[in-house]
């Protein structure tokens, strides 16, 4: 089955320690993207990549890093700058907007990483 | 920046009644969608509106997007046990670089009792 896959589903870092949370997809989607969910909040979009070998800083991008090797697969390293690391982490992916005829594409999510602190 | 203010913030109802919710901005989007989130898991999309004043259903529910680009509701008919979650409206909209930048309220949670 089509789908975007987050692992691992739970994570502990430890003071100083960078963690690097995964994120694939097989929706032969461009777009892929990061949010942050803290309780109570809406998704804040931490960065975000509409094709290979680029990408983009989103609102809360500080502390963190990602790459975008592959097509497939867009990680997310979580730095020991970011100093409140603890939070639902969430991957997305969409089809790339073709053009002004073409309706937009909504995001579609994986399940998820939750990050604490030891 | 934008910003979405979705209320109600919680909801806790009797199974078979119906359920309205919705989002409002003092931006325009050109988008709207809504999704459902269970606890530990990924949000889902429930409904997607693409044109000012769009009305569209699925299932029990129904969405509309508001004629001025700036609201959307989402209703939920006869509602059900697994009804429960926390549901998010989002507004897309486009940015000069092709971006769709999704813009995210805080949630309803919704509670059902049997």
Same mark, same amino acid.
């Given at each position: 089955d089509g789908g975007i896959t987050q692992s691992?589903?739970?994570? /502990?870092?430890?003071?100083?320690?960078?963690v690097t949370l995964s994120c694939e997809q097989n929706l032969n989607h461009d777009a892929m993207y990061w949010y942050r969910q803290d309780p109570g909040q809406g998704l804040r979009l931490i960065y975000y990549s509409q094709i290979v070998n680029d990408f983009q800083k989103g609102d809360i991008a500080e502390g963190y890093s990602v790459s975008r090797e592959k097509k497939e697969s867009?990680?997310?390293?979580?730095?020991s700058a970011q100093k409140n690391p603890t939070a639902f982490y969430l991957c997305a992916s969409s089809i790339t907007?073709?053009?002004?005829?073409?309706?937009?594409?909504?995001?579609? /999510?994986?399940?998820?990483?939750?990050? !604490?602190?030891l | 920046g934008q910003q979405l203010n979705q209320s109600p913030q919680s909801m806790f109802i009797q199974e078979g009644e119906d359920v309205s919710m919705n989002c409002t901005s !003092?931006?325009? /989007?050109?988008?709207?969608?809504?999704?459902?989130?269970?606890?530990?898991? =990924?949000?889902?999309?429930?409904i997607?509106?693409?044109?000012a004043g769009e009305?569209? !259903?699925?299932?029990?529910?129904?969405?509309? /997007? =508001?004629?001025?680009?700036k609201d959307s509701f989402l209703n939920i008919s006869a509602s059900i046990p697994s009804d429960v979650g926390i549901y998010f409206c989002a507004g897309q909209l486009s940015t000069s670089g092709g971006y769709n930048k999704l813009i995210f309220g805080a949630g309803t949670r919704l509670a059902v009792h049997p």
């Amino acid at each position: 089955d089509g789908g975007i896959t987050q692992s691992p589903k739970y994570l /502990f870092r430890k003071e100083g320690q960078n963690v690097t949370l995964s994120c694939e997809q097989n929706l032969n989607h461009d777009a892929m993207y990061w949010y942050r969910q803290d309780p109570g909040q809406g998704l804040r979009l931490i960065y975000y990549s509409q094709i290979v070998n680029d990408f983009q800083k989103g609102d809360i991008a500080e502390g963190y890093s990602v790459s975008r090797e592959k097509k497939e697969s867009f990680p997310l390293t979580v730095t020991s700058a970011q100093k409140n690391p603890t939070a639902f982490y969430l991957c997305a992916s969409s089809i790339t907007r073709r053009g002004p005829e073409h309706p937009n594409q909504p995001q579609h /999510f994986g399940d998820g990483t939750r990050l !604490s602190i030891l | 920046g934008q910003q979405l203010n979705q209320s109600p913030q919680s909801m806790f109802i009797q199974e078979g009644e119906d359920v309205s919710m919705n989002c409002t901005s !003092s931006s325009i /989007f050109n988008t709207w969608l809504w999704y459902k989130q269970d606890p530990g898991e =990924g949000p889902v999309l429930l409904i997607a509106l693409y044109k000012a004043g769009e009305l569209t !259903s699925n299932g029990r529910l129904t969405a509309q /997007f =508001g004629i001025t680009r700036k609201d959307s509701f989402l209703n939920i008919s006869a509602s059900i046990p697994s009804d429960v979650g926390i549901y998010f409206c989002a507004g897309q909209l486009s940015t000069s670089g092709g971006y769709n930048k999704l813009i995210f309220g805080a949630g309803t949670r919704l509670a059902v009792h049997p």
